[in-house]
């Protein structure tokens, strides 16, 4: 008789260990509790929204800041002077670069679906409190699946490049739901697209069907 125990097992190992950058099983446990926490809390669209908003400025920063710490504690970088004002220079770039990107999101979505009354120059900063108040756990979903790789990045430089291209690839992947969410709203139909949206930025489907597939190989 044909047993699937070591597909089986080679699917779990897949799920449960880290893979790269990310875990499938950190995946599947941070979509659960998305779709369980848009239950709970009775999101809507512009909930989902600043939530997207949030978590990719918080995490992908996040992100960044490992990624350059990694590179400027590694004593084959340089001197430890060099490395210190390389890393604070970087730091300071990405931070003015990648901030650009979300102010110019928030004062969009401020537009059109405001949270605070703050309309100042300086209303990223106030945005964000006021979002990380509110969507705390839409951000520790998006942060869990992150972790291992940011384990590994931390523990080394050799993915240190990566840790600044995946923030970037979030803000177009939020960048392109946030306009779907808008265009929705303004049909009166975003509240049917919640829990896809949830799906699309959660699930990792191509992931869990290379797992599938080496289920069944």
Known sequence: MRTHTGPLKRFVDMASSPSGERSL?????????????ASVFRWEATDIIWGLWVSSLSVGFTTIVVGIASRAKDPSSGPLTERLAGGLGILAFFTFHFGLFHLAHSVFLSTFFPITDDDSFLSIFSTWFVALRLYWPFVLMTLLPKLPGLKRQWRGPDSVDASFAQPYANVVKMHLLIFVFAGLNAAGLSRYAVYPV????????????????AWGA
């Open 25 to 37: 099983l950190l995946d599947v446990v941070a979509f659960s509790a998305a779709i369980v926490a």
């Open 198 to 213: 949830l799906a699309f930025y959660f699930f990792p489907w191509r992931r869990f069907m290379k797992a599938y597939r």
